[in-house]
C-alpha cells in the first residue's frame, strides 16, 4: 500500500469519529514552531571561549558539533529538510556573528551583528525570535546579573536586554512578522538567602528600565521565563513563576512557561488554560525533565500531547507561541533537533485528531466511562498514517528514512569536524 492509500483508510476511520482529517493537515501545516539554534552546538554560540554556565548544562561529548556560523547555518538546513512545514529560527544573543578583528560586548551589540543571521531567514522564509543571553559570560557575577546588587553589573546587563529589543525589532522589520523576544536570567542562590524580596526587587527594577525603552509591542513580544532552580542555585531563584506571571500580566508583556522548569509533579499542560483565560498570548518552551531541568530531546510522550490538547481543544492555535528549548550533547545533534522537531508537530496532530467536541461534551454530561473508552481506544488509530502522509504531501522523508540522510550527513560532513 502506498501512503496515500493508507492514508485512505486512516482518513475513513478518523470520519466515522466526526474528525476531518485533511482539516487536521491544513491546520498543522500552517503552524509555527520556532527551532532553538543552541541545539546544534551545546549553547556555546561565537561570542565567548568560556563554558556554559548560568546553572544549565549540556552533557556528552557527541563529534561533530558545530564551531561556526557556516557549520551551524548548514547543520539548521539539515534538519529542517526533515521537518514538514514552515517555520521560525530562534537565536540567541551569544549567536551574534562578527567580522574578522571586530568584537562587541553583549551591552553594545547592534543589528548588524545579526545580518548573516537575517539574510539566512530571508532567504529561507523563516521568522527569527530572540533571547537576550544573561549566562556564560565574565559579567555573570556571583551567579546573579539583572538582580545584582552591583550596580554596574546591573547596568551592564539591562543595556544587554535593551540592545536586544532593539535586535528584535530590526528582526521583526525585515521578516514582516512578529519576534519573540524572551528574556530568561539565571540568577539565584545555592543555599538558604536571607533577603528573597531585595533580588527581586532589583530584577523588577531592571526589567522596567528594559522595556521603558521604545519600541514597537506589535512587533516585538517580550517574554518573561521562570525557574524553580538551577544547578548551583537550587534553594532560590529570582525569576520565580509568581514572579513572572504576576510581572508579564502587569506589564503587558508574556508569560513563558518552559516544562522543564517546574516540581517535578506540576505539568505546564494544566496551566495552559489558566493562564489563557487572563492573557492574549503565552509562550512556551517544550522540553523533557528527566528528574530535573535536564533538556533532553522532546519526544512523542503523554506530557508533550497534553500540551498540544490543551492548545489545540482551547482553540489557542495562535494565541500560544510554541518553542522548542532542549540540548542534547551525547547523540547526533541533527538526529535530536530533527527528532524533537518533529515530535513537537506529532503531538499537534494528535490533538488535531481527536473528537475534542464530542470529548468535552461527555465531561459535562459526566459520561466518564464513554469518554475513557474512547479516549483510549483512540490512542490505537492509525495515527501514523495520517502523519507519513502529512510528511510526504509535504515534501520531507518518511517515518525513519531521514535518519539515512542524517547519517550520511554525519560520515560527509560532521565527522571531519575536529
Ligand atoms: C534555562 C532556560 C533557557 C535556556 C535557553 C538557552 O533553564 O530554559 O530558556 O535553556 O535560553
Ligand atoms: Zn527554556
Known amino acids: 500500500m502506498t501512503n496515500k492509500e493508507r492514508y485512505e483508510v486512516a482518513k475513513e476511520m478518523y470520519a466515522g469519529l466526526g474528525v476531518d482529517t485533511d482539516q487536521a493537515l491544513e491546520t498543522l501545516k ?38 561556526t556560523p557556516e557549520e551551524l547555518m548548514a547543520d539548521i538546513d539539515k534538519v529542517l529538510s526533515f521537518v514538514p512545514g514552515k517555520h521560525k529560527l530562534n537565536l540567541h544573543a551569544n549567536y551574534a556573528i562578527f567580522e574578522e578583528g571586530e568584537f562587541a560586548d553583549r551591552d553594545k551589540l547592534e543589528p548588524k551583528h545579526f545580518k548573516k543571521w537575517v539574510e539566512f531567514a530571508k532567504e529561507r522564509g523563516l521568522g527569527l525570535d530572540f533571547n537576550p543571553t544573561y549566562f556564560s559570560h565574565d559579567k555573570v557575577k556571583d551567579g546573579l546579573t539583572l538582580s ?11 543595556n544587554h536586554g535593551k540592545a536586544c529589543i532593539r535586535i528584535s525589532q530590526y528582526f521583526a522589520e525585515e521578516l514582516g512578522q512578529p519576534c519573540v523576544m524572551n528574556i530568561w536570567i539565571p540568577d539565584g542562590y545555592k543555599d538558604i538567602p ?26 516585538v513580544l ?24 504576576n510581572y508579564a500580566a502587569k506589564n503587558g508583556i508574556l508569560s513563558l512557561m518552559d516544562n522543564g522548569h517546574y516540581h517535578p509533579t506540576e505539568v505546564v499542560s494544566d496551566k495552559i488554560p489558566s493562564l489563557l483565560l487572563f492573557s492574549d498570548k503565552i509562550a512556551l518552551h517544550v522540553t523533557r525533565p528527566v528528574r530535573w531541568d535536564s533538556d533532553h530531546v522532546v519526544l512523542f510522550d503523554d506530557e508533550t500531547r497534553e500540551i498540544a490538547k490543551e492548545i489545540v481543544r482551547n482553540d489557542a492555535l495562535d494565541r500560544v507561541l510554541l518553542a522548542l528549548d532542549f540540548f542534547d550533547a551525547s547523540i547526533n545533534r541533527i538526529s535530536a533537533w530533527t527528532v524533537g522537531m518533529r515530535n513537537m508537530q506529532k503531538a499537534l496532530l494528535y490533538a488535531l485528531l481527536l473528537p475534542n467536541k464530542q470529548m468535552k461534551e461527555m465531561q ?9 473508552v474512547l479516549q483510549e481506544e483512540i490512542k490505537t488509530y492509525p495515527f501514523g498514517a495520517v502523519w507519513d502522509y502529512f510528511c510526504e504531501s509535504q515534501g520531507v522523508l518518511v517515518r525513519e528514512e531521514w535518519f539515512k540522510e542524517v547519517q550520511k550527513y554525519e560520515n560527509d560532513v560532521l565527522s571531519l569536524r575536529k
Open 30 to 67: 500552517n503552524i509555527p514552531i520556532s527551532m532553538h539554534c543552541w541545539q546544534g552546538d551545546d549553547v556555546t554560540g561565537f561570542d565567548h571561549d568560556g563554558p556554559l554556565t548560568g546553572g544549565i548544562q549540556a552533557t556528552g561529548d557527541y563529534p561533530g558539533k558545530a564551531r
Open 148 to 158: 545584582s546588587p552591583d550596580e554596574e553589573i546591573r547596568r551592564f546587563w539591562i
Open 194 to 219: 536571607a533577603d528573597r524580596l531585595g533580588p527581586r526587587a532589583r530584577f523588577k527594577d531592571s526589567l522596567d528600565q528594559i522595556l521603558s525603552i521604545d519600541y514597537d509591542r506589535e512587533k
Open 222 to 245: 517580550v517574554c518573561l521565563e521562570s525557574k524553580v532552580f538551577g544547578i548551583g542555585m537550587e534553594s532560590y531563584t529570582v525569576g520565580s513563576s509568581e514572579f513572572t506571571m
Open 364 to 372: 459535562d454530561q459526566n459520561r466518564f466511562t464513554e469518554l475513557m
